[in-house]
């Protein structure tokens, strides 16, 4: 069974940081593809951040690049999420999930909420 714990989420002020994980089980995790999607209230789910399962190359979405960072660490199974200088506009819930290889992501995680106050 595939299970996706993200952890990290808080109530953070304009400009301040938090790094988010999310810990995968009950699959081959160096094959898969990681990425991090948001939802904020009323809006649809959007992508921020993945990281390919070879190579480790990243992309990232436009509003976010220069200021998150996406990592991963195959002996822990985990992916992270460094978000730097965070804006309220950053305000959603964060959610990891799993792609075999280069396919469309097929498992997500719980989601973990992160506020940003100003």
């Known amino acids: 069974q595939v299970q996706l714990v993200e952890s990290g989420g808080g109530l953070v002020q304009v400009g301040g940081s938090l790094r988010l994980s999310c810990a995968a089980s009950g699959l081959p995790f160096s094959t898969y593809t990681m990425g991090w999607f948001r939802q904020a209230p009323g809006k649809e789910r959007e992508f921020v951040s993945q990281i390919r399962y070879i190579g480790g190359s990243t992309s990232y979405a436009g509003s976010v690049k220069g200021r998150f960072t996406i990592s991963r660490d195959n002996a822990k199974n985990t992916v992270y999420l460094q978000m730097n200088s965070l804006k309220p506009e950053d305000t959603a819930v964060y959610y990891c999930?799993?792609?075999?290889?280069?396919?469309?992501?097929?498992?997500w995680g719980q989601g973990t909420q992160v506020t940003v106050s100003s």
């Open positions: 999930a799993a792609a075999r290889r280069d396919s469309s992501f097929g498992y």
